[in-house]
């Protein structure tokens, strides 16, 4: 029976070219063009389960890309971990920003991963961090270390919201049913600052749409004359946020949050540099919500982000048009409290009263999903630390981040368990990015401090 | 020696074919990708006009797209008419807006055109109108009807700002020379109102990219923190326009000629239906700057319009990205008196200055020309009057355009004569929109009367 340790040191290259292998294949749920390279990813997933050692491993079909499920049962009485994970990727553009194309993984080494660092989409988020506990599985199996019953479910639509993945989780409670869910969708302070997620910013998604002429106008015979769409447009977002970048939608704030002083001097304290925060973003300043620090700005405030806008003439050239449509793709991050499906209705309310005469304005709201905060006093959290302990020896801080795992929350509401979220990424591996990237340290120090938790947490289980 | 009635009888469908085979070469001058085509369209050009009866035809090489000269010279005591036209087009798209392909010219008959128009990319600006005059100017050679000396002078680079040209007719003054110059570019308000086009708006065109973080980041790990530079876009671009649709660009009115109680009153006799305007458009509202008239709007007041912005996510779905950089094309159409190399430099040392610390703004110069404003009390004017009168069998009406010809100011300033705007499109032809077209009826019509202005002209001229 080896130790973890040293079934890392003898297999630690195989781990590695598995995952190379499950990074080659594009995975993006958001462009149906890849259909057929998602569903394979899906296939990969099932078999490698399989390899690590789950007795039962399903494909379930969706309305949307399947969800993996798999089973490992050693005792009914012993506690049972859930552990979530995503296949699908994000889109890589703008591809020409990448360095090596990014379905062609390399190994590089970067400033915060000496000992190099896979680059590709996905590299992190999520295929490499779902990956960790795949390999976990097969260390804790084939060593006879596995201390409590398994359940997998690996899906295939984070990056589109989820709304399959939803529907499943409500139809099959029994099935799924655990004493604590884990995911590594997250990131850690630094390497030698270890840091487990307790708050996550919920979403809402939306795209607008404002048409102004039914056709393409000559911009001098028609300019002056009639609405611009895409003037138009920017005046509508542009007024989203006041002059101290606080969102000007009505109730939008209703049910924010407000933390207390001792919560903010709490956060304060994680270590935090803004000189190489801004050296690494070459940028002189940073912008945001008057009245609140980076950190805060990034994790317990809420946001309004324009991830997307086009309309009228790109290409080369100059050309003197006025567009007949302007669009944009608009996100909220929200914060614990605020509900989604609330905000979406309180934005397209607000989007569609403020359109001047002269243009028709659509708002489709994408998806969404809830903001959470998790307790650093159930066992669940008291046993990651303990795994982190062991592995980095020193206890993990615990830290809001401003991401969104917008099923977290859905997670509690019907599987009654608590998520813990164990996120090996740094923040400069630049997921959803280009030139994504994940440290083969972080990967391989994730892979030995998993079956911590599931020691930990059995034993804490009584 | 026939009439020019019978001899378009006799001929028309040749001169329909004849167009609609230019029209076949994509001679778009924005997109370098056409280049071949463009230089083609070229060489057609400089054949017609050997065909039509031109002396001498050139085809003369510049640092862009060649510029076709020809002449006819039969009396140097007789006056000289110079005809400019353009021989580029305008990009197509958006392509998918297009009822046919816009290189594959269709006939089809519409409510202005009964008759029937022909459908394509530059059917009416500018290679319909162009081949009007070498048509007109093989019945003048051909019936022997040719009163006077007359030039060609047909460039590919109008679209793209003339620059070329401008070089060419700084330094060919002299082969250049001429007592009138005649342009057919512009419309006329409807087939039973000629119209010529007295004024013109001068415009400045400008690319503006506004840089945030040094590369695309993850929206719910940054979003709130950093400055968004599609946010930030939309806010400095709305705020060039103020709650009148003032543009706030300081000193950019300094220069603006305001139109006398009686000029104003003058031009709003001309026949104009604002609900028919509001219906050809589908929009329920005419949108621009407090107290003026749509006509107003359109031709005598400047305007800053946004042809085209992109940044970001513009793909299928969603991506929660905060872009590094987001850009925006900026043309505004400027009125006599207007300088558009200051109105440029006013707008870029305006537009970095509001820029917010955290972004880095850079603003082009693309293109841009002065505005122009002709006489109705010349000889030139009272020729192509008389034209009209002897072949609509009214006088046209005088009428000042919102659109742009850069290049005729220049004319007035490096030639020293007033130009003539004998248009025969309509607002309808849809020119820079897809299904760009220009009316058989309209086009034969062109036909026609040119010749009369030569007679006139040359009668007028002693």
Request: proline content about 13%.
């Given at each position: 029976m080896q130790n973890i340790q040293s079934y890392i040191q003898e297999h630690k290259d195989r781990f590695l070219n598995e995952l190379i292998e499950l990074l080659?294949?594009?995975?993006?749920?958001?462009?149906?063009?890849?259909k057929k390279d998602v569903i394979k990813t899906a296939e990969v997933v099932m078999d490698s389960l399989k390899k690590a050692g789950c007795d039962t491993v399903e494909l379930c079909e969706t309305d949307g890309y399947p969800i993996i499920y798999g089973e490992k049962i050693i005792d009914k009485n012993l506690p049972t971990v859930l552990v979530y994970g995503h296949y699908d990727v994000q889109p890589p553009?703008?591809?020409?920003?990448?360095?090596?194309?990014?379905?062609e993984p390399v190994i590089k080494a970067t400033e915060a991963h000496p000992e190099g660092a896979i680059f590709a989409r996905g590299a992190c988020d999520d295929k490499g961090q779902m990956y960790m506990h795949v390999k976990a599985l097969e260390f804790m199996t084939t060593q006879n270390q596995l201390p409590c019953n398994v359940k997998f479910m690996i899906e295939g639509e984070e990056e589109v919201g989820s709304v399959n993945l939803a529907k499943y989780v409500k139809e099959n409670q029994e099935k799924l049913s655990n004493d604590v869910i884990l995911i590594s969708d997250t990131g850690m302070i630094a390497k030698d600052v270890p840091s487990i997620t307790t708050g996550l910013r919920g979403l809402s998604y939306v795209e607008v749409e404002v048409t102004g002429p039914n056709r393409d106008l000559h911009s001098g015979l028609y300019g002056g004359a009639v609405a611009n769409p895409i003037n138009v447009l920017t005046k509508m977002i542009a007024s989203l946020q006041d002059e101290n970048n606080h969102?000007?939608?009505?109730?939008?704030?209703?049910?924010v949050e407000e933390l207390s002083k001792e919560e903010r001097a709490q956060m304060a304290k994680a270590p935090f540099s803004l000189e190489n925060y801004k050296k690494a973003l070459d940028i002189d300043a940073v912008y945001g919500e008057?009245?609140?620090?980076t950190n805060e700005r990034n994790s317990i405030r809420p946001t309004l982000d324009v991830n997307g806008i086009w309309g009228g003439y790109t290409g080369e050239g100059a050309k003197t048009v006025i567009a007949s449509k302007a669009y944009a793709k608009i996100s909220m991050r929200l914060v614990p409290n605020q509900d989604w499906e609330t905000i979406t209705a309180l934005f397209k309310k607000h989007f569609e009263s403020i359109a001047p005469k002269g243009v028709k304005v659509k708002v489709n709201p994408h998806h969404g999903g809830q903001g959470y905060v998790t307790p650093i006093d159930s066992i669940g959290y008291e046993a990651a630390s303990k795994a982190y302990e062991d592995t980095f020896g020193k206890t993990p801080i615990p830290q809001r981040s401003?991401?969104?795992?917008?099923?977290v929350s859905l997670f509690e509401k019907e599987l009654k368990s608590k998520t813990i979220l164990m996120g090996f990424g740094l923040?400069?591996?630049?997921i959803h990015s280009p030139n994504e990237h994940f440290g083969i340290w972080n990967y391989l120090k994730g892979i030995e401090t998993i079956p911590g938790f599931y020691k930990h947490f059995t034993q804490l289980f009584k």
């Open positions: 080659k294949i594009p995975s993006i749920s958001a462009d149906s063009a890849y553009d703008p591809i020409n920003l990448w360095d090596s194309p990014p379905f969102i000007t939608i009505p109730g939008f704030y209703d049910n008057a009245g609140y620090t401003g991401g969104s795992i917008p099923i923040d400069s591996d630049a």
